[in-house]
């Protein structure tokens, strides 16, 4: 069928990887590294880095915000992405994930264009808009938790300027999101956030069925 996204096999997805992943050394040794961690699975996959390398180029993104940083993958691929004076605020509230982070973003020469806050995303998001940064950045990326995604992505709309993009990971929710019998928090709280999206008028809206589904929301 032409009129519906094509399902990745295995066979399908690596496919893609071989012909179109372009993941530089230090990205693969952190996404490595990364593996060995229990949460591992809350890592981007490398093709959905170089998406959004690609977003944040064609936006001629200098100010970008991230909720949810993690080991620092998808900071690191934005990073180098963003022009020699670009920034990126990279909000987790580990530390312990921050520091694994930080030494592959200094290896790759990008660790000046990184700030890290480490507090709950919500907060640092409120006095952001508090000292005034409304309509001051150019991208968001949102992947922390699920039950405060309202929260953070109403934030971040203030925050981006006319024409930013937030983008939204997880919105597929590895399927769950459109399994009925799915009653829990996180997979109630990606429904109603998905729902309220489709019909935000503020915002033009495509929901990109890669990695685990990214929602990009342009603010209008
Ligand atoms: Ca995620």
Known sequence: MSNRSTPLTD?????????????????????EETAQLP???????PEQGQFMQL?????NAREVVEIGTFTGY?????????????????????????????????????????????????DTLAKLIEQGRNGTFD?????????????????????VRPGGVVA????????????????????????AFNRKLHGDERVDLSLVPIGDGVTLARKR
């Open 55 to 59: 977003l944040v180029k064609m936006l």
């Open 39 to 45: 949460e591992h699975n809350m890592q981007i996959a």
């Open 139 to 159: 991208f968001a990326f949102i992947d922390a938790d699920k039950t405060s995604y309202d929260i953070y992505y109403e934030r971040c709309l203030e925050l």
């Open 11 to 31: 066979t399908l997805h690596q496919y893609l990887l071989d012909v179109s992943l372009r993941e530089p050394d230090v990205l693969k040794r952190l996404r």
């Open 168 to 191: 939204v990971d997880n919105t597929l929710w590895h399927g769950r999101v459109a399994d009925d019998r799915d009653p829990s928090e996180d997979t109630l709280a990606l429904r």
């Open 74 to 122: 998808s900071a690191l691929a934005m990073a180098l992405a963003l022009p020699a004076d670009g920034h990126l605020l990279a909000c987790d509230y580990n530390e312990e994930w921050i520091a694994m982070a930080q030494p592959y973003w200094e290896e790759a020469g990008v660790a000046d264009r990184i700030e890290t806050r480490v507090a709950p995303a919500a």
